[in-house]
């Protein structure tokens, strides 16, 4: 038959090989998102063992069976480096053992469509935490077309992965281009602090007149809030208007140093405890200090003079002490616009990461039409 109804179950296996000779170091660990990404992981590794943590092995799966509080999207993601990372302990990890009957990249396909995500909050039990744990995975019907039909779709797939892997290179060696400028200025100009020429702004939507909510996330950019925002309850939300910087003061869980240029003509909504400021522009320009901000010196910076007992914090008062160097307006503005063609750029390769996740759907869908025509 073209077409092959089987339990997930029949074709993968757990796998719970742990870290315990400290082969990998906290460098290894990473996080999962639901996105189907493998990410930096957000936790505190400070003093913590590495020995139960699992590893994750090029060609390996990994989920995290908590479904509850993640956007009713399930976390998970597929190794398709030749890396091994580390995950917790709680995360499942599980090969496909049958790869002459299911293609792990195709699985994965599968894995990236909706319809899975609904299905597995759909089946998650619980009280306190609603999981969806190994055996709902394996419980699994899922409709499989011949290794050949397989083999073409996922050749697609990966076709336009490798195009969009290329741009993203093309991404880092832009933004290597930033950091090495930066260094380059700390020998040319004079390094001081840029606290007299920025202005703290405290700005809210007292009318509710602003809707446009947003974080500040650890990408150091603005992304969409959770549906659990009150939009209708937004006066106590600061403005961040067009070339206005906002940032947040905790460092403890991200990590690093969050921050956010409105480079938008829209007004932005964030949080009360995050704060807003202003360049003058005729010393020192947003795109500049946003350069400076993205870079790992400067997180490790922040993190490094945050202070607190159950949050540490970097506060205002802390960033208007820092030290940079600053070149003349101009000189500025010429790395600035490079910055800017690098913003641009990683705007789009989002964008193809996301045309990339939504054509899985339409490509599982194809692969099981083709099958069931020629059954």
């Known amino acids: 038959m073209a077409l092959n109804k089987r339990k997930l179950g029949d074709f993968i296996k757990e796998s719970d090989a742990r870290n315990v000779d400290n082969m990998y170091n906290k460098e290894s660990v990473v996080g999962l998102s639901t996105q189907k990404q493998i990410i930096n992981t957000k936790a505190d590794l400070s003093g913590v063992s590495l020995a139960s943590y699992k590893l994750f092995s090029p060609g390996q ?7 509850s509080r993640r956007g009713d999207k ?29 293609i792990p990249e195709y699985l994965f396909m599968y894995y990236n469509r909706p319809e899975f995500d609904r299905y597995s909050r759909f089946n998650s039990w619980g009280s306190a935490r609603e999981t969806f744990d190994w055996e709902d995975m394996c419980d699994i019907e899922i ?7 397989q083999h073409k779709y996922v050749d697609l797939y990966k076709a336009m992965l490798a195009n969009q892997q290329a741009y993203e290179n093309g991404l880092d060696d832009l933004k290597l281009t930033c950091d090495s400028t930066i260094e380059d200025f700390k020998k040319k100009y004079s390094i001081r602090t840029f606290g007299d020429h920025i202005k703290r702004v405290d700005e809210r939507n007292v009318d509710n007149k602003y809707k446009n909510v947003k974080n500040v996330s650890v990408t150091k950019e603005f992304s969409d809030v959770s549906s659990k925002v009150n939009k209708n309850e937004l006066s106590n939300y600061k403005i961040v208007k067009p070339r206005q910087i906002s940032f947040v003061q905790t460092t403890h869980n991200e990590h690093v140093f969050c921050n956010a240029l409105n480079n938008t003509d829209d007004v932005i909504l964030v949080t009360s405890v995050n704060e807003v400021f202003e360049c003058d522009e005729n010393f020192i320009l947003p795109e500049y200090l946003c350069i400076n ?3 790992s010196e400067f997180d490790r910076y922040a993190r490094f003079n945050s202070w607190g007992s159950a949050r540490e914090t970097f506060t205002w008062k802390d960033l208007i002490e820092v030290k940079i160097p600053i070149p003349p307006i101009g000189v500025q503005k010429s790395l600035a616009d490079l910055f ?17 996740k939504k054509i899985c759907p339409v490509l599982i869908k194809g692969s099981i039409e083709e099958a069931r025509k020629e059954a």
Do not use: H
């Open 61 to 67: 799966f990994a989920y995290v069976p908590d479904t």
């Open 143 to 149: 409709e499989l077309p011949s290794l050949q039909i």
């Open 340 to 356: 800017t063609v690098y913003r641009e750029r990683k705007l789009i390769n989002q964008q193809l990461k996301d045309q990339i």
């Open 293 to 295: 901000f993205n870079r």
């Open 74 to 102: 399930m976390s998970l993601a597929y190794n398709s480096t030749e890396k091994t990372y580390l995950v917790s302990s709680i995360y499942i990890v599980f090969d496909v053992f049958n790869q002459e009957e299911l």
